[in-house]
């Protein structure tokens, strides 16, 4: 049998377990999107999470279910960057040892960051399924505890507690948007949001260069998809053919997945920075970009869910000044 949904007592333990160890953020309403959209649109200000990015509430989860071998032989993951990032800070916290697998097409600041946090870091091969063998080596050869960015339950509910969050700030809230790659970002929010209330919408945003989960739900079944470079690097990668948990919840639970073009991307960022005043990476700005680009049908309010920070500066000012002019 497949899971359709983390159980909401599993989220709660969750929220319990990382209590004081992240950060409960603000959801705010944007004054120019809601009056776009003609219904309140409220921002779940989640890249202001501690390491930039929601992940720290998956790794915390995780990190703080080890039992007391576990934590002594240490974690091993391979990531994009931001679940290495937030593994690192999360073990290092507990004095546990972490090594990050990752490929050569993570982003440089992402790296150094890492290696700051103190984690030993692996580069290894061109895609995260090369990532992810050495991964399986050092299991197999080590012994270490593989903590995977998305598809493992502690990592799901930890994830989860941003939808109670949700759930607690916008109760009357009818439709919840959030960046999609593997899947537990959603998979967690919407099992938690979903058991409390079936009727809110869920809608899941992913780029049109390589989306895993869009194209696995078209096909019926985990697909690989041609990893591909975008503004959007966190939502890079595959779901896994193996896929154990976000695929199924995925499935059950999520309503409708928008793709967004780079320049919709862009915009999402732009808007963030000149209206919002807040720096955002392309992962995390693809709500406000779906809500621009009319791609969302909005019908009540709305909980835009901006995911993460970690851009490279320099990329940032960039992408700014190539949209100066604009309205
Ligand atoms: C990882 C990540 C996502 C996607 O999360 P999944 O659980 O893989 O779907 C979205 N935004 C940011 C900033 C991320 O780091």
């Given at each position: 049998m497949s899971t359709d949904r983390i159980p909401l007592?599993?989220?709660?333990?969750?929220?319990?377990?990382?209590?004081?160890?992240?950060?409960?953020?603000?959801c705010v309403v944007s004054p120019t999107l809601s009056e776009r959209a003609q219904a309140p649109v409220h921002l779940k200000m989640e890249h202001r999470q501690t390491t930039g990015s929601f992940k720290l509430r998956g790794a915390s989860n995780a990190i703080a279910s080890l039992c007391g071998e576990e934590r002594a032989l240490g974690v091993v993951t391979a990531s994009t960057g931001n679940h290495g990032r937030a593994l690192a800070f999360a073990a290092a916290r507990e004095g546990i040892p972490a090594i990050i697998c990752m490929s050569e097409l993570v982003p440089e600041n992402k790296?150094?960051?890492?290696?700051?946090?103190?984690?030993?870091?692996?580069?290894?091969g061109k895609s995260q399924d090369d990532a992810q063998r050495e991964v399986d080596r050092l299991v197999a050869d080590k012994g270490l505890t593989m903590v995977p960015p998305f598809d493992a339950e502690a990592?799901?509910?930890?994830?989860?507690?941003?939808?109670?969050?949700?759930?607690?700030?916008?109760?009357?809230?009818?439709?919840?948007?959030v960046p999609l790659s593997?899947?537990?970002?959603?998979?967690?929010?919407?099992?938690?949001?979903?058991?409390?209330?079936?009727?809110?919408?869920?809608?899941?945003?992913s780029m049109e260069r390589g989306p895993a989960m869009r194209a696995s739900l078209d096909a019926g079944q985990p697909v690989q998809v041609e990893e591909q470079?975008?503004?959007?690097?966190?939502?890079?990668?595959?779901?896994?053919?193996?896929?154990?948990?976000?695929?199924?919840?995925?499935?059950?639970?999520?309503?409708?997945?928008?793709?967004?073009?780079?320049?919709?991307?862009?915009?999402?960022?732009?808007?963030?920075?000149?209206?919002?005043r807040e720096v955002l990476e392309g992962a995390g700005a693809v709500g406000i970009g779906a809500l621009l680009a009319g791609k969302l049908s909005v019908t009540g309010p709305t909980v835009l869910v901006l995911s993460g920070r970690n851009i490279d500066m320099a990329a940032h000012r960039a992408i700014i000044s190539a949209g100066e002019g604009e309205a």
């Open positions: 007592v599993s989220i709660l333990e969750a929220r319990r377990r990382v209590a004081g160890l992240v950060e409960r953020t603000a790296v150094s960051e890492i290696g700051r946090l103190g984690a030993d870091i692996r580069i290894v990592v799901i509910a930890g994830q989860g507690t941003l939808g109670l969050e949700i759930i607690e700030d916008v109760p009357d809230a009818a439709c919840v948007v593997g899947g537990g970002l959603i998979a967690g929010i919407a099992s938690a949001v979903k058991t409390v209330n079936p009727d809110v919408r869920i809608v899941g945003v470079s975008s503004l959007a690097d966190s939502l890079g990668g595959g779901i896994g053919l193996d896929n154990r948990f976000t695929f199924s919840i995925c499935r059950a639970l999520v309503d409708e997945v928008i793709l967004l073009t780079e320049d919709e991307i862009a915009a999402g960022i732009r808007h963030a920075y000149a209206i919002e």
